[in-house]
């Protein structure tokens, strides 16, 4: 059974970075086929995915974000995380890390999600 958990400060001052990491169990990073993903949730919103970073290494971000935003990883934690950069009040969001499978789309694993607000 994998197992996700988020991790990171709850509360962001406007123009810092964002930086939450994922600690994954039952699963290791680099198993084939897996994109280890990050989503978020605005409130009202609906789901709006940021990207992700693949078993290989590679990464790949959602257009609307990719000029703020990193994913790399610590494979010897077994570990992802995300950066996003100048944060806004717009970035407020319940942040949640997942794992997809064979695919891109196919999630199967999600973290419980952890709530990050940017204010001053």
């Known amino acids: 059974q994998v197992q996700l958990q988020e991790s990171g400060p709850g509360l962001v001052k406007p123009s810092q970075t964002l930086s939450l990491t994922c600690t994954v169990s039952?699963?290791?990073?680099?198993?084939?086929?897996?994109?280890w993903t990050w989503i978020r949730q605005s409130p009202g919103k609906g789901l709006e995915w940021i990207g992700y970073?693949?078993?290989?290494?590679?990464?790949y971000y959602s257009p609307s974000l990719k000029s703020r935003t990193s994913i790399s990883r610590d494979t010897s934690k077994n570990q992802f995380t995300l950066q996003l950069t100048s944060a806004t009040p717009e970035d407020t969001a319940r942040y949640y890390c997942?794992?997809?499978?064979?695919?891109?789309?196919?999630?199967?694993?999600w973290g419980q999600g952890t709530q990050v607000t940017v204010s001053s």
């Open positions: 970073i693949a078993y290989s290494g590679s990464t």
């Open positions: 039952g699963g290791s990073i680099t198993t084939n086929s897996c994109y």
């Open positions: 997942a794992r997809a499978f064979l695919g891109v789309d196919f999630i199967d694993y």
